[in-house]
């Protein structure tokens, strides 16, 4: 299996697995639920997914919201949220 033996990772983890073909038109997902395997497919029509530009990296990790917006068409590359601010008192 891809996972186990090119990534070096468990494909029972609970993670989920996420791959995209070289046009980037096409995102597969791969996680394992209790007793099997769940492949899930999403092709786009007219656009292409904004992935991940690091070519040397074999994996990157992301949140499920960050998830969500790579399948909204975000570019996450460029995806700059507000600043954290810290406050210790107010006026």
Known sequence: MLVAQELGLSPFASALYVFTNRRHTQLKALYWHRNGFCLWQKRLEA??????????????????QEFGWLLEGFDLSKNIPH???NF???S
């Open 47 to 64: 656009d292409k997914f904004a992935w991940p530009v690091d070519q040397k990296a074999a994996t990157a990790s992301c949140s499920l």
């Open 83 to 85: 600043k954290t601010l």
């Open 88 to 90: 210790e008192r107010f």
